[in-house]
């Protein structure tokens, strides 16, 4: 039967006993992580988020708690008081920061009864994620998930202090709105009120921001949950947290960089107490494409892309030749000491390079005996030696190479890099790697819709010596935007928006918005432009990605409290589900969902 608190305070969390309380008496609470009874006495370890202290029950310190404990099983819930013992030396348990000490039970309260779990509530537990998911409750009493949820406070309270000592304000904006265009699709809310209508969840507060700016609050910020519909990957959740910023009277993309960079700086500080580099590298976006084949490098190792589409254009290979083509090269990876890798490992090679677009790789192996590749009848001594020169190819060295649109050929070398920077070792694991980019273009073009798109969003500024491209050459036209990259991850990133009427109208129809659609759209917000808008930008740092990144996991479902699975659904709470037909009926009287 349960038993309550009544005359019990806790002295301290349980992790948080020291030597310093030998011979107090104490109160403690928490569940059972473990319990061994030796016969003569029972040792129950005790947990709570802090971590563990070591109770002792015999008949000689209590007789009555020394008989109860005997009933105690895994997870019940125990309030006990007792007297803090120092441990007998070779019974210290160096693991635990309270291994020095346990407490002596003089009186046991069975707050709470539990059945036994699904599954052991430890870190060595070999449980699929299906079933950690539905009884998530049970899963974050462990340690590990625990960490991670408190790293995410601490990250919060960072960034709370350290925007409000800057002059920013904490400002809520809804989560009821309008659907605009923003690069996913919306998840939709019906109206009961106004029947045959939506309301859209925020991919994001970008519009709201922005009009916060119009209206004159200067600095804002928020801690924003944001939605988007959209297929789900490891780090991807339909549901996922913005570290939101926004400010005005700033016109040069340092402004922003510059509070951005000092935040991350005081949040490595303050949560896991790492001192960042007092500047931030920054790499233009053109320089990251050529040089590592990604928009988000990861600067921890080199293995850098090459150019080589000059030695092997006029070679004769067909696929070379169609390097010549706009918008087209051939480019390489030198592999030192790879001219050993077998016909299996290049074929993993070209399987990561199919994953993004290209027919596969070609190879060189430079080796002792000679030279090996499927290429040999293209390739005369004269290209061998440039090539050789150009990538400073030594005996033993490996080329993988890729001839494609550059897209293709920057998306494959660049995922083959980071294969070959895991697969070999190359990347310090515990180091932080912390840069910006830069000089992002304006636009890129859809293939699939045969127009122009906004890179970033529509709202984004050009720079201001590329406004003579906007009509003419609107590709070449390149955007005051920012992403700060940590570790090859897309930490965050923003840009200078649009404060002109004339631009933001031009940055819409060339995006193939016609007039009724920006009224449709945006109306409202291209309303608020008519009554004087400070120039203003902003950013926003994703908080899960934070927090996976500071807390050295993969997988953003760790840092999650209540995450979905990979079919966006809530195992626990078995959501999405259908509703009662009397909802529905109150939301679609008629059975319409939509209005003539």
């Not at 008496?25 to 319990?35: L, N, S, W």
């Not at 700033?250 to 949040?267: H, K, N, P, Q, S």
Request: net charge negative; hydrophobic share 40%.
């Amino acid at each position: 039967m349960a038993e309550f608190l009544t005359g019990m305070k806790r002295t301290k969390m349980c992790g948080l006993f020291s030597a310093e309380e030998v011979g107090l008496e104490v109160t403690a609470m928490g569940f059972v992580a473990k319990y061994r009874n030796l016969g003569s006495i029972v040792f129950v370890d005790l947990r709570d988020r802090t971590g563990i202290i070591q109770l002792a029950f015999s008949s000689e310190i209590d007789k009555c708690s020394f008989e109860k404990a005997q009933t105690v099983r895994n997870e019940f819930v125990l309030a006990v008081k007792g007297t803090v013992s120092k441990r007998s030396a070779n019974n210290v348990n160096i693991r635990i920061t309270t291994g020095e000490i346990e407490i002596l039970v003089t009186e046991l309260r069975i707050i709470s009864e539990a059945e036994t779990p699904p599954f052991n509530i430890t870190e060595e537990s070999n449980v699929n994620e299906a079933m950690r998911l539905r009884f998530r409750y049970l899963d974050l009493r462990r340690a590990y998930l625990q960490k991670l949820i408190i790293l995410r406070d601490k990250i919060c309270l960072a960034t709370h202090n350290y925007l409000s000592d800057k002059g920013f304000l904490n400002i809520e904006t809804p989560f009821l709105g309008k659907s605009t265009p923003e690069g996913a699709r919306d998840y939709l809310v019906p109206s009961r009120v106004n029947l045959g209508t939506f309301y859209a969840l925020p991919q994001s507060p970008q519009i709201y921001k922005q009009l916060l700016m119009i209206s004159g609050f200067d600095r804002y910020y928020q801690i924003a949950r944001c939605f988007r519909d959209e297929d789900l990957r490891a780090n991807r959740q339909p549901e996922f947290t913005q570290i939101d910023i926004e400010m005005s009277y700033v016109d040069d993309i340092t402004d922003v960089m510059d509070i951005a960079e000092g935040l991350i700086r005081y949040i490595f500080k303050e949560s896991i107490g790492l001192d960042l580099p007092p500047q931030f590298k920054k790499i233009e976006y053109q320089e990251a494409m050529e040089r590592f084949g990604s928009d988000k490098p990861d600067t921890r190792f080199s293995l850098e892309l090459e150019n080589i589409s000059e030695v092997l254009v006029d070679t004769g290979f067909p696929p070379f030749e169609e390097s010549q083509k706009k918008d087209s090269s051939i480019r390489a990876i030198n592999i030192k000491g790879g001219a050993d890798y077998s016909r299996k490992d290049i074929d993993k090679l070209s399987a990561v390079a199919r994953e993004y677009g290209a027919k596969g790789v070609f190879s060189i192996a430079f080796k002792k005996e000679g030279i090996s590749s499927s290429l040999l009848k293209y390739l005369d001594q004269i290209v061998l030696d440039k090539l050789k020169n150009r990538l400073n190819i030594q005996e033993g060295d490996l080329l993988i190479i890729v001839a494609d649109k550059n897209k293709t050929v920057f998306d494959s070398l660049g995922a083959i890099r980071l294969y070959l920077g895991k697969t070999l070792g190359l990347i310090d694991e515990q180091s932080y790697d912390v840069l910006w980019v830069t000089n992002f273009p304006l636009y890129e073009y859809d293939e699939k819709e045969d127009r122009l798109a906004a890179m970033h969003h529509p709202f984004t500024s050009p720079l201001n010596e590329d406004l003579v491209y906007l009509e003419s050459d609107p590709l070449r036209v390149r955007a005051k935007a920012y992403d700060l990259v940590i570790n090859g991850q897309e930490a965050g990133g923003g840009s200078i928006r649009i404060h002109s009427k004339d631009i933001q109208k031009k940055m819409f129809e060339i995006i193939g918005l016609s007039q009724e659609d920006i009224m449709h759209k945006f109306g409202f917000f291209v309303d608020a432009f008519k009554y004087g808008v400070p120039p203003h930008g902003g950013l926003a740092f994703g908080l899960d990605r934070l927090v996976m990144l500071l807390g050295k996991t993969d997988n953003i479902k760790d840092v999650i409290a209540f995450p979905k699975n990979q079919s966006a659904q809530c195992l626990m709470s078995d959501a999405p589900s259908t509703l009662d037909v009397r909802q529905l009926k109150e939301i679609f009287p008629d059975g319409k969902v939509f209005n003539d």
